[in-house]
């Protein structure tokens, strides 16, 4: 289906607003009197704001204009997603050592969030349970929606956007990423509250999923710059903006955050490209989500 340039941009607007300024409509929101701030309700409304502030837009456009999956390059085959659990390995492996390393036991380290509250949780385990694992699949879904919705739709939105080799911009643009996240996160190291540790065991990580993302791009495929830049500047602006802003928060880490963040929607970018290998995407999202960690995205 042929979309104009004009309301492939409008599209990008839309969904990076909905992102960037959800989060400060949620708190004014959340000021209102009868809002819930605690129990069911409570769970449910925290439930109801990932959905908007990450998949509904998405998935709204891609009904409004006509284009259904392949709004998002998620229309072809999903054998994929067996491929995408090595993408995810890394991810993996980080997250576990990452909690062992923290102090908690091996059903935190495998169960990860879920594990936490089987663990700590008192009182209304199940409860919590369940929110959690609601809180994990709209993570996910929201994730993968989103941002295979800004990279497909800025290959369309930016025609004066030079065309580039994929592989040069995933490598390029990811490893610059995963580089400023390695010495702002170094400098971080100098402060007693976070550890070097941390950087040595998340930096690898995303520089490896960037490696084995570049193995299933071929060299030949080129698209307009902006389909890596534009969903990259989005997601470290949105962490940005999670940590306080530029001036009044804590600009360190949000950049730290941001920046793997950015790399790893970098390797989301350049997958969805390609309709054999897009839906590799969804095993790693799933494993950025499981855990507590700073692989997402996303800052929610």
Known sequence: MYLSPDDAKSDVILAAATLLFGGLARTIVAQLPLYPRQGVLALAFDLVWLVLLTAAVPWWLSR????GLAAFGLDGDRGALGGGVLLATPIIVASVIATFVMGFGITTGLLGDLG???????GQVVLLAAASLGRFVLLTAGATLVISFLAVRSREAFPR???????ELLRTFGMGAAGIALVIGLLRSISPTFGILSVLIQV?????VLLLADRRIPSRVAVPRATIVAPAIVVLVVHIFAFGGFFRGDLAAGLYAGSLGAAVAIAISALVQLRGVAWAIV??????HWWSGPFSPLPF
């Open 204 to 208: 690898p990580a995303v520089v490896a």
């Open 161 to 167: 956007s030079p065309d580039t080799s994929l592989t």
């Open 64 to 67: 409004y204009r006509g284009d």
């Open 116 to 122: 936490r509250v089987l663990v700590f949780g008192e």
């Open 283 to 288: 095993p790693l999202l799933a494993a950025a």
